[in-house]
């Protein structure tokens, strides 16, 4: 008997462009539960943002979607799922595969009892973590780190740029907003590249939309709309960083599949 269906399972067209992208395990015993099965149970966890028991019982038992889950945080597998997926984004839209100009920012966020690494920052009064992200000029995400909240900008974005620089040779011009004006002559001299700091307009009051920012904000409110990410909720790090790029992959892949 077929299972329910949940509105975040993978349709056929969206399962054609991630099964050729995921690990091919072969371990000489037959697989008991199908990697799109896995695949829709972590997608479901993600948007409705259930504890792992809590998962439905109609889809695979919990230790394993959570088994693979890690084991695919483990091995960058979703990270570069979620790269190859923006980069055949960027192609659709008419653009180079790789960017040449990026934007960075940072969003705060509560954790909450289950512990690991936190702080608390002072200005945005939030006792937690700080989700750093790097996204290209579509607001498709290129990195992420996460640490805790207490860290400065500045130096947060030295992890996520020297770890971007890795990755994006094509990578040359950066917008950021006043918080990185003290890093700025570090991006220019050790990374090579332009830094071009955004700020309000005189005489503005109140929220108002800024020049090339608004990309990266619209990005964190894509991720807003999966409840996983509403709070962290993860023990590590390294944990959190993966569900965002599981957040993303699950846009882009809709984007591909439904273009």
């Not at 690990?23 to 948007?47: C, N």
């Not at 960017?99 to 920012?105: F, Q």
């Not at 702080?119 to 000029?137: F, I, M, Q, S």
């Not at 003290?182 to 700020?199: D, H, K, P, S, Y």
Request: charged share 30%.
């Amino acid at each position: 008997m077929a299972r329910k269906r949940y509105s975040t399972d993978l349709t056929d067209a969206e399962w054609a462009i991630i099964e050729p992208l995921l690990p091919k395990w072969w371990t000489g015993h037959r697989r008991e539960h199908d990697l799109r099965e896995i695949v829709d149970a972590i997608l479901y966890l993600l948007r409705s943002g259930c504890s792992w028991r809590l998962l439905p019982h109609d889809l695979p038992p919990w230790p394993t979607v959570q088994y693979y889950f890690r084991n695919w945080r483990d091995n960058g597998t979703w990270e570069r799922i979620c790269q190859e997926l923006r980069r055949k984004e960027r192609v659709r839209q008419g653009r180079d595969p790789e960017p040449t100009a990026g934007i960075v920012d940072s969003q705060s966020v509560k954790t909450t009892e289950q512990g690991g690494p936190r702080g608390y920052d002072a200005g945005k009064h939030v006792n937690g973590r700080k989700r750093h992200l790097l996204v290209d000029t579509l607001g498709l995400i290129l990195k992420v780190v996460v640490h805790p909240a207490n860290i400065q900008d500045w130096d947060g974005a030295r992890e996520l740029l020297e770890a971007g620089r890795a990755l994006f040779e094509r990578l040359r011009h950066l917008w950021a907003d006043s918080g990185y004006r003290a890093v700025t002559r570090w991006i220019e001299q050790e990374l090579g590249w332009t830094v071009e700091i955004v700020t309000k307009l005189a005489g503005t009051e109140g929220f108002a939309v800024q020049h090339r920012r608004w990309v990266v904000e619209r990005t964190f409110a894509w991720l807003g709309k999966f409840r996983r990410l509403s709070k962290d909720y993860e023990w590590q790090e390294d944990t959190s960083e993966a569900w965002i790029y599981v957040a993303m992959t699950h846009i882009l892949v809709r984007r591909l599949a439904h273009a």
